[in-house]
């Protein structure tokens, strides 16, 4: 919602704005509507029947127009573009004071991968491709080059703000030592078992919903967390044990046969036996945090002096960003250099959800590349080290190959074929394998009725194999089928993957958001709630839907297709 306050303070020339009308009509003092242009009651809202339509500020009513009606307000397009992009400069302008009005001093580097995540850069090429084909338009081209200048200055702002924080953020060497030393400790595993074994004291197993807590994770975050900001050992210390207090402060002891022998406090003195095992078990955790402690800094000693492996690398990082508690000791990678477009990564759960994750590729230096690789050695794929780099960076064909790892379809292959691209062979005959294999298509099946085809695509019944030669009769099948609804299920479509002539069929699970037969494009948003994706007819082999795997949560977010 764009208030006229919030676009002066972020340098918005509001008069450019207030060229924006439309047309809305209401009844007294009522909401405004879009007046009723159809005869369909699923064409208007129910109260914009018999309204007479007022050409009005947009500015001034956009806070009471019906929220039905709201995104049938029409504006031309030159306005609406002005309009969107004061949008975008009042959001990021809000997050660049949020970001400097936060205190000074050393920041975290798992709160600057969140800042970044969500900082202007990400949307600069978008707004400036909206904008600038109007700065020489004779009505909307004064708005639209006072908009670039607004959104310049807010950029400018944010990388400021952005190149502040890393600035105040520890070194990287301190962070990869400091991750390294609980590495090291937990490598044998015996600092874990010790945890899980007190946790088994105080756990009431009878109890389904009871599990032992990991006090070595606590006593990790919590140490590693202090020792970022830069504190002493025996702060971190401190603070480690605060944490694991938060937890097991006041604790009672439910299996007294759990607790460690022999015995480190004296029974005498103690009215009961369960006395005695709450004493012993706050005992046994305050050494349990103190030992752990002792050993983190001999480790910590011990990276601290090696010497760092030198050069620098490319690195592809998978799980971006690294704003989830498991990532915080490789948030310090978000202040490397990125290259080549981000590329989704499936789906990655968020509380009771799904929410979407990316990749990227990353230019880092030698003891970086070493320290997420051996982080991350327990779960393959999370991180892939790359080739050197010289004094000239990395090259564009490095770059995409360790794209194409983490996602197999990138925009710019296709986007290199050419305005004229042609399907290559390996896509016409996938295709005329999928049209021999899929069933005989009629009345009965719903060959004849867009819905019934819709039904069918939907649940696999039916696979949409696209002509050789666009457009033709598949084109024109596609199009008579209700494209929005199939934005409510996951399909797969089989696409030529690569850069040509050294493609690989690929299977990509997503929805479908838009069908252009006039363009030949096909919106396809990957698993996880990724932005669509237009991708041409010529690379589409096959679409259809998972008989048994619909959800996120169940599907991949590619595989390779070897069944042609």
């Known amino acids: 919602m764009l208030r006229g306050k919030d676009l002066v303070r972020a340098g918005v020339d509001v008069a450019a704005l207030r060229e924006i009308t439309v047309v809305l009509g209401r009844s007294g003092s009522g909401k405004w509507h879009v007046p009723a242009t159809g005869s369909r009651w699923r064409s208007h809202c129910r109260y914009a029947e018999r309204l007479t339509g007022t050409a009005l500020v947009l500015l001034d009513v956009v806070d009471q127009v019906c929220r039905h009606c709201a995104p049938l307000v029409v504006v031309a397009p030159g306005g609406e573009a002005l309009w969107w992009a004061a949008a975008e400069v009042v959001a990021a302008d809000a997050r660049v004071r949020k970001l400097q009005e936060r205190a000074a001093g050393v920041r975290s580097w798992d709160g600057y991968a969140q800042v970044l995540w ?97 006090a070595w994770a606590v006593v990790r975050r919590a140490w590693s967390s202090a020792r970022d900001r830069g504190v002493r050992a025996a702060q971190a ?139 991350t050695r327990d779960h393959p794929g999370r991180i892939v080290v790359g080739p050197d780099l010289d004094a000239k ?26 305005a004229s691209a042609q399907p290559t062979s390996l896509v016409t005959k996938a295709r005329a394998a999928r049209r021999d294999a899929r069933p005989a298509m009629g009345a009965g099946r719903g ?14 019944a039916y696979t949409w194999v696209p002509d050789d030669d666009h457009p033709g009769t598949a084109a024109t099948e596609l199009a008579e089928v209700p494209i929005h609804w199939l934005a409510d299920w996951t399909l797969w479509v089989d696409v030529e993957c690569g850069r040509r002539p050294d493609t690989a069929l690929h299977r990509l699970y997503g929805t479908v958001t838009f069908f252009d037969p006039d363009t030949g494009h096909v919106g396809f948003s990957p698993t996880g709630g990724h932005p669509a994706i237009a991708v041409p007819i010529h690379r589409i082999v096959a679409l259809s839907g998972d008989r048994t795997r619909r ?12 069944d042609l």
């Open 118 to 214: 969500e900082a202007a850069r990400h949307r600069d090429a978008a707004v400036r491709a909206r904008l600038e084909p109007w700065t020489a338009d004779s009505v909307f081209g004064a708005g639209a080059r006072q908009l670039l200048r607004a959104w310049g200055g807010v950029l400018e702002r944010s990388e400021a703000a952005l190149a502040a924080w890393r600035a105040a953020a520890p070194a990287a060497r301190e962070a990869t030592s400091v991750s390294g030393a609980c590495d090291a400790v937990a490598a044998d595993g015996q600092v874990r078992q010790a945890g899980l074994q007190l946790a088994a004291a105080v756990v009431d197993r009878p109890r389904w919903a009871a599990e032992p807590l990991d």
């Open 237 to 375: 210390r401190t603070t480690a044990m605060q944490a694991l207090e938060a937890r097991w402060g006041g604790a009672r002891v439910r299996d007294v046969t759990a607790l460690p022998e022999p015995a480190l406090v004296p029974a005498d003195g103690f009215s009961s036996p369960a006395q005695w095992a709450d004493a012993e078990f706050q005992h046994r955790w305050q050494r349990y945090v103190m030992e752990c402690c002792d050993r983190l800094e001999q480790a910590l000693h011990t990276a601290a002096s090696g010497d760092p492996v030198a050069g620098r690398k490319l690195l592809l990082v998978t799980g971006w960003p690294l704003v989830r508690p498991q990532d915080a000791e490789l948030a310090y990678l978000a202040q490397y250099g990125q290259h080549g477009p981000t590329v989704p990564f499936g789906a990655r759960r968020s509380g009771y959800g799904w929410e979407p994750g990316h990749a990227v590729v990353l230019a880092v230096p030698g003891f970086a590349a070493q320290h997420a690789a051996e982080h």
């Open 393 to 418: 960076g990395p090259e564009e064909q490095d770059v995409l190959s360790l794209l194409r790892g983490a996602y197999p379809y990138l925009e710019v292959d296709a986007e290199r074929d050419g």
């Open 447 to 460: 060959g004849f009725d867009s819905i019934g085809r819709y039904n069918d695509l939907v649940v696999g």
């Open 551 to 562: 959800g996120p949560g169940e599907v991949p977010a590619h595989e390779p297709v070897d």
